[in-house]
């Protein structure tokens, strides 16, 4: 009997497959949830032509974006309970040609994120498809204002408390700008989703977890930096206390301002052995700065020329060469 009980358990255990799910978002309070688009989005044909949400399983809600007579942002308000799941599916490229311009975003009460994210511009076909645009979720999260037509003036407060994205699922790759200022301010955030792209774009991570409660950096696995990828990712992660870089090529201002501000940083696994340039237009400028005055610099055996200082290994740390 007790065999059959263990096969019963083995046989449920399936973990859940999250990237067949549409882009979900599971509240953690009675709050609003809105989707957010400025008037030069919705004037441009075929950027993004459409969104649906569902709420607890209902059916579809579609709202037509395209708009030549837009005006100001316009905004999809939908209010949730706690316990309420909100999926979202869209059509279009989600973002506009570069980064100087922003694109759709939402505004979240306290909320989990959990699903595919590439439902929100592929629709019902998302399953197995990947990142095509540059900047395509450029901001999403981003919690410091909404810019219509890059002006101060029109700036929205926007804030959002997204706590977990652990079950969020990205694309095995990366594209110019495509994750910049993701999850920016979103102080509560403490579970990252999982980075599955071994080859990265220029910016692409840039400032994605920056002023966020996350503990430990997700593990990052690509072998080789480009200019801007890490740039800015972990700033001001005042509760950052281990970070690991797996990647053994670095270049041009790939991890400038990483882990800037993260004061209670005292673990660093760095793998890097060529690439490492010191100066203001290096890899690593001001890449520990305001870190924590001791800690453990863990690097490779065969690279010994390392730096001290905010650019380099944090003056005052212990220096450890990693098993390999």
Same mark, same amino acid.
């Given at each position: 009997? /007790? /065999?059959?009980?263990?096969?019963?358990?083995?046989?449920?255990?399936?973990?859940?497959?999250?990237?067949?799910?549409?882009?979900?978002?599971?509240?953690?309070?009675?709050?609003?949830?809105?989707?957010?688009?400025?008037?030069?989005?919705?004037?441009?044909?075929?950027?993004?032509?459409?969104?649906?949400?569902?709420?607890?399983?209902?059916?579809?809600?579609?709202?037509?974006?395209?708009?030549?007579?837009?005006?100001?942002?316009?905004?999809?308000?939908?209010?949730?309970?706690?316990?309420?799941?909100?999926?979202?599916?869209?059509?279009?490229?989600?973002?506009?040609?570069?980064?100087?311009?922003?694109?759709?975003?939402?505004?979240?009460?306290?909320?989990?994120?959990?699903?595919?994210?590439?439902?929100?511009?592929?629709?019902?076909?998302?399953?197995?498809?990947?990142?095509?645009? +540059?900047? /395509?979720?450029?901001?999403?999260?981003?919690?410091?204002?909404?810019? +219509?037509?890059?002006?101060?003036? +029109? /700036?929205?407060?926007?804030?959002?408390?997204?706590?977990?994205?652990?079950?969020?699922?990205?694309?095995?790759?990366?594209?110019?700008?495509?994750?910049?200022?993701?999850?920016?301010?979103?102080?509560?955030?403490?579970?990252?989703?999982?980075?599955?792209?071994?080859?990265?774009?220029?910016?692409?991570?840039?400032?994605?977890?920056?002023?966020?409660? =996350?503990?430990?950096?997700?593990?990052?696995?690509?072998?080789?930096?480009?200019?801007?990828?890490?740039?800015?990712?972990?700033?001001?992660?005042?509760? =950052?206390?281990?970070?690991?870089?797996?990647?053994?090529?670095?270049?041009?201002?790939?991890?400038?301002?990483?882990?800037?501000?993260?004061?209670?940083?005292?673990?660093?696994?760095?793998?890097?052995?060529?690439?490492?340039?010191?100066?203001?237009?290096?890899?690593?400028?001001?890449?520990?700065?305001?870190?924590?005055?001791?800690?453990?610099?863990?690097?490779?055996?065969?690279?010994?020329?390392?730096?001290?200082?905010?650019?380099?290994?944090?003056?005052?740390?212990?220096?450890?060469?990693? +098993?390999?």
């Amino acid at each position: 009997m /007790q /065999q059959l009980v263990n096969r019963r358990r083995m046989m449920g255990s399936k973990e859940h497959d999250y990237s067949r799910d549409y882009f979900t978002m599971v509240a953690l309070e009675d709050g609003d949830i809105s989707f957010m688009m400025p008037e030069n989005v919705m004037k441009t044909e075929d950027l993004m032509t459409s969104i649906s949400y569902s709420l607890n399983g209902s059916e579809w809600v579609t709202h037509s974006l395209y708009d030549p007579n837009a005006t100001g942002i316009s905004s999809i308000t939908v209010h949730v309970n706690t316990g309420d799941k909100l999926l979202w599916k869209g059509i279009g490229t989600g973002y506009l040609s570069d980064s100087d311009d922003w694109g759709f975003m939402f505004r979240v009460c306290r909320c989990s994120i959990e699903g595919n994210i590439m439902s929100l511009c592929k629709g019902d076909n998302f399953i197995g498809t990947e990142l095509e645009y +540059d900047y /395509q979720y450029y901001g999403l999260f981003y919690n410091n204002g909404f810019y +219509d037509g890059n002006t101060i003036s +029109d /700036q929205v407060d926007l804030p959002n408390y997204v706590i977990n994205a652990e079950n969020l699922i990205l694309p095995n790759n990366t594209t110019e700008g495509c994750y910049e200022y993701l999850f920016y301010k979103n102080e509560e955030l403490i579970n990252p989703p999982k980075l599955p792209a071994t080859v990265l774009s220029v910016d692409c991570y840039c400032g994605m977890f920056s002023n966020t409660a =996350l503990i430990e950096t997700p593990e990052l696995p690509a072998d080789t930096l480009i200019s801007g990828c890490y740039e800015g990712m972990f700033m001001d992660c005042t509760n =950052l206390v281990k970070a690991e870089i797996n990647a053994t090529t670095f270049s041009t201002k790939c991890c400038t301002d990483m882990f800037n501000g993260c004061s209670s940083l005292t673990y660093i696994k760095c793998m890097a052995t060529t690439g490492v340039v010191t100066g203001r237009s290096g890899s690593c400028t001001r890449w520990v700065k305001n870190v924590s005055s001791t800690g453990t610099f863990i690097k490779h055996p065969n690279k010994t020329d390392w730096a001290a200082g905010t650019a380099g290994i944090p003056s005052g740390w212990t220096v450890v060469d990693a +098993d390999i």
